[in-house]
């Protein structure tokens, strides 16, 4: 029988490039197996640093050739803007041209039907004002999946999303003051937990100061003033290429990132109940940005690491865990079978 969702057309993907050209073969071929109609390659110049300009051409040639019915725009700057200000030119060149668009990296890989699925929620919620963007990408890897196949939440990740003209008209690059007391009051009322606040307030401050070149910093600060949500996937559908040595951000990859699973996408929605914000996923997303674990998101990876074979890298988490919650019975017993667990082993 016919899968009806693999006939709709596909919204405009833009694909950001610079110098890693493995990463961009593995990310172009996924947007070939989806074969969107329009695509955007953006690309950076060259740093300047040894061996820039080379790695830069080899990566354009990797998609040099686009072998399927398509219009293609080749957006390749001839001198360095660094990644924030490429992100944001790029994007505002997509939206010239067309009302919703798809945004991978070169580090960001879509698994098989993320694409389509991307593409699937930008139809169909174009109309609701207050979901901003759409993400392949869940953090926490997989949450809640067994009663639905996405929910909504504050917090989005740029790997591998997608969103509207409509949400992106009037963005700047520009980072606000952070000190600024009205903003203050307005975000707020959106995070009223204080050290969610903070930590959001030092990533605007981070990007002001030019110590972190991050769009999606200020991606996700307009989306939290506007009181706006991101539709995120029950299960993960990107792999993050760009974790570890190379990366522009995350240089180190933790033992968290570095479990982390991908899945094709379902074909299938299951809706949640409403169109609330999932707190419990936010909140469990904020402490893994943080670092801040409650006893419970400790639970949750280390549990994960011993039931694929981790069970070191899950004691060294419990370790910290259990000096911060020592009465916690959940991370006692996790503690045993991880130490049965590697009993087992030797």
Avoid at 42 to 63: F, L, M, N, Q
Avoid at 116 to 127: P, T
Avoid at 138 to 150: M, V
Avoid at 170 to 180: I, L, Y
Wanted: aromatic share 8%; net charge neutral; proline share 6%.
């Amino acid at each position: 029988m016919d899968n009806p969702a693999a006939s709709r057309p596909l919204a405009a993907v833009a694909l950001f490039l610079h110098e890693r050209a493995a990463a961009t073969r593995a990310v172009f071929a996924a947007i070939r197996a989806a074969q969107p109609s329009c695509l955007f390659l953006i690309a950076d110049g060259p740093t300047g640093r040894p061996g820039s300009e080379e790695r830069a051409a080899a990566a354009r040639a990797e998609v040099a050739i686009v072998d399927w019915p398509c219009r293609v725009e080749r957006l390749y700057a001839e001198t360095n803007l660094g990644c924030r200000m490429r992100q944001f030119t790029g994007i505002e060149a997509v939206f010239s041209a067309v009302d919703a668009a798809i945004f991978l990296e070169d580090d960001c890989l879509p698994q098989p039907g993320a694409i389509r699925w991307m593409s699937r929620m930008l139809v169909r919620w174009r109309d609701e004002a207050r979901i901003m963007m759409v993400t392949a990408a869940n953090p926490l890897e997989e949450w809640r999946a067994d009663d639905r196949t996405w929910h909504l939440a504050r917090y989005g990740t740029a790997w591998g999303w997608g969103t509207w003209r409509r949400d992106w008209a009037g963005f700047t690059a520009v980072a606000p003051d952070p000190a600024d007391a009205a903003m203050r009051t307005q975000l707020a009322a959106i995070l009223p937990e204080p050290s969610q606040r903070t930590r959001h307030l030092a990533g605007l401050a981070a990007v002001a100061d030019g110590s972190w070149d991050a769009l999606d910093v200020l991606w996700e600060h307009r989306r939290l003033l506007r009181d706006g949500l991101a539709i995120v996937p029950a299960r993960n559908m990107i792999d993050n290429l760009g974790l570890g040595a190379g990366a522009t951000h995350t240089g180190r990859a933790t033992p968290i990132e570095r479990l982390r699973r991908a899945w094709p996408a379902s074909d299938i929605d299951r809706d949640p109940a409403d169109l609330a914000p999932d707190d419990a996923f936010d909140r469990l997303v904020w402490e893994l940005r943080s670092g801040r674990h409650s006893a419970g998101s400790l639970a949750m990876w280390a549990g994960r690491m011993i039931a694929r074979g981790r069970a070191v890298q899950a004691m060294a988490l419990l370790h910290g865990g259990r000096r911060q919650f020592p009465d916690d019975p959940a991370l006692t017993d996790l503690a045993g079978r991880a130490v049965a667990a590697l009993g087992r082993r030797s």
